[in-house]
């Protein structure tokens, strides 16, 4: 993986985010400038839609979101994660997504909330897993 440096938080976003060398990724909507803010570590993965361990999905229209969300929840590895990042408060760009709504929407399925990141200063991350009783 790449070297740690310091980021957002002083934790490297790949690091923050569980990026392992190999793993299976499905990348939704993703900033243009995703790999840099990975310091490259998407190089370092599979890109694979039909059974990724990690879902990136970068959104923030709530039009759709609980459809998508049961869609990937289907389709992931059983063990995966699905992070869902909205534009943060702070960075003064619209959206229709807050932590609260995602979260509400995810434990309104099978999904739980098991961490938060600020992904750099405008997106936040919200990382989802099936119920563990249900992997």
Same mark, same amino acid.
């Given at each position: 993986?790449?070297?740690?440096?310091?980021?957002?938080?002083?934790?490297?976003?790949?690091?923050?985010?569980?990026?392992?060398?190999?793993?299976?990724?499905?990348?939704?909507d993703?900033?243009?400038?995703?790999?840099t803010?990975l310091?490259?570590?998407?190089?370092?993965?599979?890109?694979?839609?039909?059974?990724?361990?990690? &879902?990136?999905?970068?959104?923030?229209?709530?039009? @759709? $979101? !609980?459809?998508?969300?049961? =869609?990937?929840q289907?389709?992931?590895?059983?063990?995966?994660?699905?992070?869902?990042?909205?534009?943060?408060?702070?960075?003064?760009?619209?959206?229709?997504?807050?932590?609260?709504?995602?979260?509400?929407?995810?434990?309104?399925?099978?999904?739980?909330?098991?961490? &938060?990141?600020?992904?750099?200063?405008?997106?936040? @991350? $919200? !990382?989802?897993?099936?119920? =563990?009783?249900?992997?």
């Amino acid at each position: 993986m790449p070297p740690t440096s310091a980021g957002y938080s002083g934790t490297p976003l790949w690091k923050k985010l569980g990026i392992k060398e190999g793993q299976r990724i499905f990348l939704i909507d993703p900033p243009a400038d995703l790999n840099t803010m990975l310091h490259g570590a998407l190089d370092e993965t599979v890109q694979d839609e039909q059974k990724p361990e990690m &879902v990136l999905w970068f959104t923030n229209a709530f039009d @759709g $979101l !609980k459809e998508r969300m049961l =869609k990937l929840q289907n389709t992931m590895d059983r063990s995966g994660a699905i992070w869902v990042c909205w534009y943060k408060k702070a960075s003064k760009k619209p959206t229709e997504l807050s932590e609260d709504l995602i979260r509400k929407t995810a434990l309104s399925m099978d999904l739980v909330d098991v961490k &938060v990141c600020a992904v750099d200063a405008n997106w936040s @991350g $919200l !990382k989802l897993m099936i119920r =563990k009783e249900l992997r």
